[in-house]
Each structure stands twice: as structure tokens, then as C-alpha cells.
């Protein structure tokens, strides 16, 4: 028992967490926090993994892949992590970052709602010293402000590339302008990369007049390397059609189907024909083929004609831009027909972007939605694929 208590305490002595401190003293404490949790990170990347370094086993889920260098800011001053890296199929990220990371994006997140509120530098100090417990200086706060924005504008200038698919979407928000409130135009854009993953490729504020502010738009994804679209979806947004046409002459538009059914209801004449027609209007865009969903049309517009002339006019002008999905590989047709993706990214801004109701201005407003959409896009790049974009499948 004796010899057992020596080893152990030998071994205690000799962890180098230990002779850093012996060694240094509390100067040494960021340098030992240092040791101490990449060596936890390598031994969690072990049992994640089942195997230890070099260990063969038919357990193993995957290999080890090195490290990869990160810094993260501590009340003890900046610490490099060596953050331990898997291939083959597993995910693995070390359990005490995740938790670091989401404080960060916490504290990131409180942080620029209370720079897009307006709220007092003096008062962001305060909040920020009792989220940290640390005595942050004015300065500080303003430095952090600068930071986070000059990150978002990064973002929203960002290179892009190849592209096929567009989705886009507008929303508005109120915002103070002079003394007045005003609605303020919200642009998104969602692509589909070659590779079947979505990414938001930018947003866009601007209190100026709708077709302007969307050509803007477009013409400032194109600067930034937008090529090759081959087909864009979005709602009839005021402005859009002209917009769409100059800047991306040869790309097929596809009204969507959703806001298409939408639209027709303000044409019905009777409140108890809304069944019949959303039926009717869904039956053609649900057709096997574009020849089926024509032939179908032609059918629906007779069917209304009779009681409901204006409506029948409407769906015959209107429902045909809702088919050019059937120019697209089947496997695509279902996600592709509507924006609803783009409507869930604004179902989101609006959940966050309520609580602040009149923004203080529409750099306020930018700040916050790019804030969240960063996160969005991040989310969608690392996750499985959007579309089967296979050349089998176009």
C-alpha cells in the first residue's frame, strides 16, 4: 500500500501541469490550463474514437488527424489550444469547447442585440461586467462593437462562386429614420452550390425604391464571384421581375407555388369556394410532368370561368410562372418549387428581430440579421447535403 501511495504520488508530481507550477508559480497557471485540457481534449478524442494512438482495433470508429491551432480568450489572458482533429466518418468535437463556444456565441449574440437596441456604451459595460466578471472599460466595449462589425462586413463581402440554384426573399422591418418610422427592405439570398449544400451568399438593407435596391442586390453578388445560375425561385416581390431580367438575362425564374395559392385567395369571390380553388391550383402544380400540369391549367380555368371570371383570368396569367420547376430534375421539384426555405430563414429574423420591434437605424438592422444569418449559413455548409446534385440527377 505503501510503494502504491509513493508511485502515485510520484506521478502526481511529475504531471506536467504540476512542474509548470513548481517550476513558475501562478505565472505559469494560463501555460498549465493549457496542458491540462489539450491533454483532456486527446484522451476524449481516444474514447470517442475507441482506440488509443496507433492502437489497432476492430472497435476503432475512425483515425486521429492531428491538430489544429485555435486561441480562445480566458480571464487568464489568451490561450493556444491544440484542438484534436478525426477522419473517417465520426464527428467529434472536445465536449469542454462546445460548451466555451456556445458562452462565446452567447456573449456574442447579448452583445450585438445591445449594440443593435442602441443601449449606452456605459451601459453595455455594466451588462458586460456582470456576464464576465471582469471590470471592462468603455473602450473595450467600443473596440468589441468595431470588431464584430468589421467581422460582418467581411462576411457579407466574402468571395463566392458557382452557384445553379438561387432562392431569394425579401421581409421588411421598421426602422427610425429623421424623427419617423419607416419600413426598411430586408433582401436574402440562399444558393445551392454544386455540391448540394445551401449557404446564405448575402443580405442586403436599403430604405430605397424596390426595383433599385434589388437590382443593387444582385449586382453586388455578381462582384463578388456569383456564376452560374441556372434557375431562381422566389415570390413576386415588387420590383423583382426587372431586376432579375438585367442581371441574370438567361436564368429561368420559378414563381413559388406557395405564395402563388396565397395570391389566388384575394380573387375568390365566395369565402366558401377557398377550398375548392386552393384544391384546384394544388392539382396542377402536383401533375407528374409539365405537359400533365398544362393540360390541367387549361382545365382549371374553365372549371372557374363561369362563377368566378376574374379569378379564372388570374389563375391563367399567373399559375404558369409556378411551372417552371418541371424544367428540373424530379429529385429537386419538391424543394425547389417554393421559397419556403428562405421563408424559415425569415421566420427566424422575425422571431429575433420582434423583440426590438423599431430599430434605432438600418445599420442597427443589418447588424443584427447578419449576426444570424452567419450562424444559419454555417450550420447549412456543415451539414448532410441539401440536393442530389450528381450529374445523374440533372
Given amino acids: 500500500m505503501t510503494h502504491q501511495m509513493e508511485n502515485e504520488t510520484e506521478y502526481k508530481l511529475s504531471h506536467p501541469v504540476v512542474q509548470l507550477l513548481v517550476k513558475n508559480g501562478l505565472d505559469a497557471l494560463p501555460d498549465a490550463l493549457r496542458t ?117 462586413e467581411s462576411w457579407r463581402q466574402r468571395p463566392l462562386g458557382t452557384f445553379p440554384y438561387l432562392v431569394v426573399d425579401a421581409r421588411y422591418e421598421k426602422v427610425r429614420v429623421d424623427g419617423r418610422v419607416r419600413d426598411c427592405a430586408v433582401l436574402t439570398s440562399i444558393g445551392i452550390s454544386p455540391e448540394g449544400q445551401r449557404s446564405v451568399l448575402g443580405v442586403s438593407v436599403s430604405l430605397s425604391e424596390a426595383e433599385v435596391h434589388w437590382r443593387d442586390f444582385f449586382n453586388g453578388l455578381i462582384a463578388r464571384g456569383l456564376r452560374g445560375v441556372t434557375y431562381i425561385v422566389s415570390d413576386n416581390h415588387a420590383g423583382l421581375r426587372q431586376a432579375r431580367q438585367a442581371c441574370f438575362p438567361g436564368a429561368p425564374w420559378q414563381r413559388c407555388q406557395f405564395h402563388l395559392q396565397q395570391n389566388a385567395q384575394a380573387y375568390v369571390p365566395r369565402i366558401e369556394m377557398r377550398v375548392e380553388v ?38 391563367e396569367n399567373n399559375v404558369p410562372e409556378g411551372l417552371t420547376v418541371f424544367g428540373l430534375p424530379q429529385s429537386h421539384q419538391r424543394r425547389m418549387r417554393t421559397s419556403n426555405s428562405a421563408e424559415r430563414l425569415n421566420q427566424e429574423l422575425k422571431r429575433r428581430t420582434r423583440v426590438v420591434r423599431v430599430f434605432p437605424n438600418d445599420s442597427s438592422l443589418l447588424r443584427l440579421v447578419t449576426a444570424l444569418l452567419v450562424e444559419q449559413s454555417d450550420e447549412w455548409e456543415t451539414e448532410k447535403t441539401y440536393l442530389n446534385m450528381k450529374p445523374e440527377n440533372l
Fill in 36 to 152: 491540462l485540457i489539450n491533454e483532456a481534449m486527446a484522451i476524449e478524442r481516444s474514447n470517442a474514437l475507441q482506440a488509443q494512438p496507433y492502437e489497432r482495433t476492430e472497435h476503432r470508429l475512425g483515425q486521429a488527424n492531428g491538430f489544429k491551432n485555435k486561441d480562445f480568450h480566458t480571464r487568464m489572458g489568451t490561450i493556444k489550444l491544440d484542438i484534436p482533429q478525426v477522419r473517417g466518418g465520426i464527428k467529434f468535437y472536445p465536449a469542454a469547447l462546445e460548451k466555451g463556444q456556445r458562452s462565446e456565441l452567447a456573449l456574442t449574440a447579448t452583445l450585438s442585440e445591445m449594440y443593435v437596441q442602441g443601449v449606452s456604451t456605459r451601459k453595455t459595460t455594466a451588462i458586460l461586467q456582470q456576464l464576465c466578471g471582469l471590470e471592462v472599460s468603455s473602450s473595450q466595449v467600443s473596440q468589441a462593437t468595431a470588431k464584430l462589425d468589421a467581422q460582418f
Fill in 278 to 315: 386552393a384544391r384546384a391550383i394544388r392539382s396542377i402544380f402536383d401533375a407528374p410532368d409539365l405537359a400533365k400540369a398544362q393540360e390541367r391549367l387549361k382545365e382549371v380555368v374553365k372549371q372557374f370561368q363561369p362563377k368566378a371570371p376574374k379569378l379564372a383570368d388570374w389563375i
